[in-house]
């Protein structure tokens, strides 16, 4: 039973440039989220996704979207990437209404 | 807004000692509270679930507890072994996303 997986594992864009990010939920999990982890810092919610639709939001720019497709899988797009976007973006899936979020191993993006 | 503080940021031990990682969050109104463990450019390994309504939860060599009224929870790792060396994070949940520490950097010593 695969667990969540992300790709790609590393990025590196420049600034002004789109991104996007992808994530596969493990197999029965019907929701998935997004965090931003910066270098020496603790994982900051971004979005979650359930039945395809943005369910709760943190406080990230409107330049941060994202998208959950039929088969659970969702995808994280940043437009206009800054410096500051430079992290490690962790997604991670649970089925809605339990408790324990299983996390990706994440994809490491750098902006220069 | 839920601030969650874990101390120490780093700790040093040598191999075979007992420690307590510390974690303290500012809103007790929380749905669960879990243990993370992190190596260096990975994901996050739960290690730890507690629900509001527990004290603690056990895993091995690993104990956590929770005092939600009084904001705070410890990580207990009884005989530290190297392969424990890692960062550890807490985080709290009102229900439908996580809010994590900084987390402490454990380093065990042979």
């Known amino acids: 039973d695969a667990g969540v997986t992300q790709s790609p594992t590393h990025l590196i864009k420049t600034r002004g440039q789109q991104v996007t990010l992808r994530c596969s939920p493990k197999?029965?999990?019907?929701?998935v989220s997004w965090y931003q982890q910066a270098l020496g810092q603790g994982p900051q919610f971004i979005f979650q996704?359930?039945?395809?639709?943005?369910?709760q939001r943190g406080n990230f720019p409107d330049r941060f979207s994202g998208h959950q497709f039929p088969n659970y899988s969702s995808e994280l797009n940043v437009n206009a990437l800054l410096l500051g976007d430079s992290a490690l973006y962790l997604c991670?899936?649970?089925?809605?209404?339990?408790?324990?979020?299983?996390f990706g191993p994440g994809t490491r993006l750098t902006v220069l | 807004k839920q601030e969650v503080t874990q101390i120490p940021a780093a700790l040093s031990v040598p191999e075979g000692e007992n420690l307590v990682l510390n974690c303290s969050f500012t809103?007790?109104?929380?749905?669960?509270l879990q243990w993370f463990r992190q190596d260096p450019g990975k994901g996050l390994t739960s290690l730890l679930l507690?629900?509001?309504?527990?004290r603690e939860q056990t895993s091995g060599r690993l104990n956590a507890s929770l005092d939600k009224s009084s904001g705070r929870s410890t990580l207990y790792i009884a005989a530290s072994q190297p392969g424990d060396s890692a960062t550890y994070l807490c985080a709290v949940s009102p229900g439908n996303q996580f809010y994590f520490g900084t987390g402490t950097s454990l380093t065990v010593i042979p």
């Open positions: 197999s029965g999990h019907d929701t």
């Open positions: 809103d007790s109104a929380i749905y669960n």
């Open positions: 991670a899936s649970n089925t809605l209404g339990t408790d324990t979020q299983y």
């Open positions: 507690i629900q509001s309504s527990q």
């Open positions: 996704y359930y039945e395809e639709e943005e369910r």
